[in-house]
């Protein structure tokens, strides 16, 4: 029995804007595909997480082309898809529902971006009982500007979001290392 699915989040096209600005690891889709690809081919489980953002000004809303899936990660129809509107997989979805009842015990995590939807599926994953593994050469995110004005680059950002998970609610971990996991 497949116990690891691979959950892949929030990988749209919306997320390519120059708007957003500078962004880390360019290879994290390529290595997602990787990461699908292994999944795909020992038959392990698949789920894909899509954002349909309910902001008037976000690119991720359902009517713009922006909401849809990057093509390197596009489902088959055989995968299953959930759809939600807040940061969390497992809010307002039956992502959990789902995973219980083809009972996996073990996910692991890669998409867009670390410090938001990624972080917060991979707590919330992990508060409700899921061991799981994050990518993190298979995430990404921007840079920011704090609430008191610095200035964070994408890469501090990801590595800031990284350490505060790992050990804590999830292992991080390489591509290679998660292509092991694909059971």
């Known amino acids: 029995m497949k ?4 959950v892949i989040i929030d990988v749209q096209k919306g997320l390519d804007s120059p708007a957003l600005g ?47 899936i990057k093509d390197v990660v596009k489902p ?27 009972e996996i015990q073990n996910l692991v995590m890669v998409g867009l971006t670390t410090d938001h939807c990624v972080s917060t599926s991979v707590r919330m994953a992990a508060n409700l009982g899921f061991k799981v593994w994050l990518v993190d050469d298979a995430t990404a995110t921007f840079e920011r500007v704090s609430y008191n004005g610095n200035s964070f680059t994408a890469e501090q950002m990801h590595e800031i ?11 991080v971990v390489s591509t290679p290392d998660a292509m092991a996991l694909a059971n």
């Open 3 to 6: 116990t690891t699915a691979l």
């Open 22 to 68: 500078n962004r880390n690891n360019p290879d994290a889709e390529s290595n997602m595909a990787s990461l699908l690809t292994a999944w795909r081919k020992n038959g392990s489980p698949v789920i894909h997480v899509k954002h349909n953002s309910t902001e008037p000004n976000s690119s991720l809303r359902p009517d713009l082309p922006g909401n849809q």
């Open 76 to 102: 088959l129809t055989t995968e299953k898809l959930f759809e939600k509107t807040v940061n969390s997989a497992f809010i307002g979805t039956d992502l959990e529902k789902y995973l219980r009842n083809i």
């Open 161 to 171: 979001n990284l350490a505060s998970l790992n050990g804590e609610f999830c292992s």
